[in-house]
């Protein structure tokens, strides 16, 4: 398995020995909890068995063994960074102990991983062993390119494919519906498969359930898009709590508090992570943001000076094939958004920091 690009940031001293501290603070909190509440002795345990994580706490996992049957497990001081996904080895208690049944040794290695920049922690992982990601996005207050590029840079860096859905579109004027259709085209032109759906009326939603098939997926997207309203749409027994857009400022509430695994009646899986309002890209290099819109790759390594910023340089072959038409201005741009924020970001960052 290649090496996850997203775990390659550079640190400075201070912020890696902040990290240690907080990572040291947490592992003994976790310590004296796990102390506390149970002493698991050996001959308390059962044999060793497989099994997959289907919900991540903060000092608890839920482990679903092979039978699908379900069991809340503590965690072995020595894993970190265990997430909803994970394929484990864990082992089952003789009797419960107030509320745990068993608990997880190991962790099988990732097929992939999807994480994001913590300020205390570095990267954190939130999600192993996926095979889709779902952009879910949504027309109120006003469809963003520039969230959903963030989110394809991200998907793209971690070798996930991605798939950008538009929901709400029952919302929709007719007039705005083009414009959207005509906003995604933008994508598709570039191989991203892309989908308006309505979890209200209905539309396309079996053309997204049959996307889950024999495979697990993801859904990403900021509070108040409708990830909640989804998954009450496809799985109704779950009855996912859903939230009202604030009116103040537009944006949705969370509404989920931990990330979960669904299986699906034709087979596939459903992982529903918590609403990311902002999903920094603070941890990844410019070149690493660059390499993160695919229809770059063609033209970069072409432009008459290596250090070129794909601005105003002369000779730059990224503006050339924007002038040409074959890369669109609307993700040009965005582009030099990100680069921007995240340089303003980092600045920020190290003069609070240092």
Known sequence: M??????KRKLT??????IQSNNEKALHRHQRREKKEIEWQDDMLGESQDGIVVTRYSVHADVE??????????LRRTLSSLVVGDRVVWR??????????????AIKPRQNEITRPDYYDGLKVIAANIDRIIIVSAVLPTLSLNIIDRYLVICETANIPAVIVVNKVDLLTDE??????EQLK????????????????GENMEKLTALFNNSTSILVGQSGVGKSSLINHILPEVNAHVGDISENSGLGQHTTTSSRL???NQGGNLIDSPGIREFGLWHLEQDQITKGYREFQYFLGTCKFRDCKHLNDPGCALREAVEQGKI??????????????LNETKSQRYFSIE
């Open 2 to 7: 290649k090496d996850n690009p997203l775990s």
């Open 92 to 105: 089952q208690g003789n009797q419960q102990l107030q509320g745990v049944s068993g608990v997880i040794e």
């Open 176 to 181: 705005a519906r083009k414009e959207v259709e």
């Open 13 to 18: 001293q201070n912020q890696k020995r902040r």
């Open 262 to 264: 669904y299986h699906l």
């Open 186 to 201: 933008i994508y598709e032109k570039i191989g991203y498969q892309t989908m308006m759906i309505s979890a209200m009326s």
């Open 65 to 74: 063994n092979a039978q699908g049957e379900i069991f809340r497990c503590n």
């Open 328 to 341: 669109h201005s609307v993700r040009f741009d965005n582009y030099h958004r990100l680069i921007a924020s």
